[in-house]
């Protein structure tokens, strides 16, 4: 532990560790144990909760003090994961690295949560811009990814305005105008915040099928936005132009498997 703890001092925070004791509605993310942020009266510190006679360890793969971001790899027998841990604006943060990239620094993490499409799009860009958060091949807000599609003109009519785009449980990033197409109809409330299909809503029992907490959304639609799109933990961006978004790809890792693309 007191290697851990001088590592994420090494980058300015704190971690903390606790006993996890399942329950019937509360199991950990990965098994036996749970990786979070919470805050206390000192401000925000990683919090690392494992069940009794946990087999887990933790160790640090590589640090980046002036950076502020840590590269942490949890192992159980030969069962690995990695998670890129940081500061990004205002907050720190948890990110799952997708298990087929088993990366050992936190420049190549970055790359590893970068979607396809992003990757391509900044294959000219430097070196020293490539993780900026603002680079000429796109723009990034938190876990969205913002890529210019030049010539872009969807219909007037079916532009949304003040549009929410989520991922699972996630704070919404509020969208000025957005356009989407494609995807799965899903109804989402705070029971199921990734969303149930039509015909999982339909098999629901009846009262909570008329209760007014249902929202309609789209699962894993193409989105398109323009304008601002505001968020209370990111800096307010402003897209001229219509952007494609996309997300990282951390719902690719065993800890995020279950979280979806809703808007």
């Known amino acids: 532990m007191y ?4 590592a994420f001092a090494k980058m300015g925070a704190r971690i903390k560790f606790q006993e996890f004791q399942p329950t019937r509605w ?11 942020v919470r805050s206390d ?3 925000e510190f990683f919090l690392i909760s494992q069940i009794p006679r946990s087999a887990t360890e933790f160790v640090v793969l590589d640090v980046q003090p002036r950076d502020r971001h840590l590269l942490l790899l949890s192992r159980k027998g030969k069962e690995k994961h990695r998670f890129l841990l940081g500061h990004d604006e205002r907050h720190w943060f948890v990110a799952g690295i997708p298990e087929a990239t088993p990366v050992s620094r936190v420049l190549d993490a970055k790359q590893a949560l970068k979607p ?3 990757v391509d799009t900044e294959r000219d860009t430097r070196l020293k811009q490539l993780h900026r958060r603002v680079n000429r091949a796109r723009i990034r807000q938190g876990e969205w990814f ?13 532009i949304l305005r003040d549009e929410p785009l989520r991922r699972g449980w996630g704070k919404a990033h509020m969208c000025e105008e957005l356009f989407r197409s494609g ?9 199921h915040p990734n969303g149930v299909t039509e ?4 098999n629901l029992d009846e009262c909570e099928r008329k209760s007014p907490i249902w929202r309609v959304m789209r699962r894993n639609p193409t989105v398109h936005v323009r304008g601002r799109v505001r968020h209370p933990d990111h800096q307010t961006v402003e897209l001229h132009g219509w952007h494609r978004v996309l997300s990282n790809t951390e719902n690719l ?11």
Not at 26 to 36: C, K, R, V, W
Not at 199 to 202: L, P, Q
């Open 3 to 6: 290697l851990l703890e001088r």
């Open 26 to 36: 509360s199991q950990p993310a990965l098994g036996d144990f749970s990786l979070d």
């Open 41 to 43: 009266a000192r401000g």
């Open 116 to 118: 396809p499409l992003v």
């Open 146 to 158: 913002f890529v210019p599609v030049p010539g872009f003109a969807p219909p007037a009519v079916l």
């Open 183 to 191: 995807g799965q109809t899903v109804y989402t409330s705070s029971a």
């Open 199 to 202: 015909e999982e809503f339909r």
């Open 253 to 263: 890792s065993y800890a995020m498997r279950n979280v979806a693309f809703l808007d």
